[in-house]
């Protein structure tokens, strides 16, 4: 069982910062453990924001490039996303993801808005 919890969502204005947390706990492999967050907006897909790899490799979605920044502990025991510069269609509920022996594990998400 791998557990995941979200923190750090909340209220900010366009041109705003926030910054998520993610904390992991239970059985994860660190040799091979894939960390990132997606988000899911209301009536669209969920959709990744950011990714690192097992070895550290960072990918982002093109509408993250630029404003958003994924990091993770060397323990890969907590995940962050650094947003800046949010745009109202960041509105969404972000959640955190470990992809550890084939097997996906999500949190239960947080909440972030930007208001114009």
């Known amino acids: 069982q791998v557990q995941l919890v979200e923190s750090g969502g909340g209220l900010v204005q366009a041109g705003g910062s926030l910054r998520l947390s993610c904390a992991a706990s239970?059985?994860?492999?660190?040799?091979?453990?894939?960390m990132g967050w997606y988000r899911q907006a209301p009536g669209k897909q969920r959709e990744l924001v950011a990714l690192?790899?097992?070895?550290?490799?960072?990918n982002y979605a093109e509408s993250a490039k630029g404003r958003f920044t994924i990091s993770r502990n060397n323990a890969k025991t907590m995940v962050y996303l650094q947003m800046n510069s949010l745009k109202p269609e960041d509105t969404a509920v972000y959640f955190c993801?470990?992809?550890?022996?084939?097997?996906?594990?999500w949190g239960q998400g947080t909440q972030v808005t930007v208001s114009s």
């Open positions: 993801n470990v992809l550890t022996m084939g097997v996906n594990h």
């Open positions: 239970g059985s994860i492999f660190s040799f091979d453990a894939a």
């Open positions: 690192v790899t097992s070895d550290g490799t960072k």
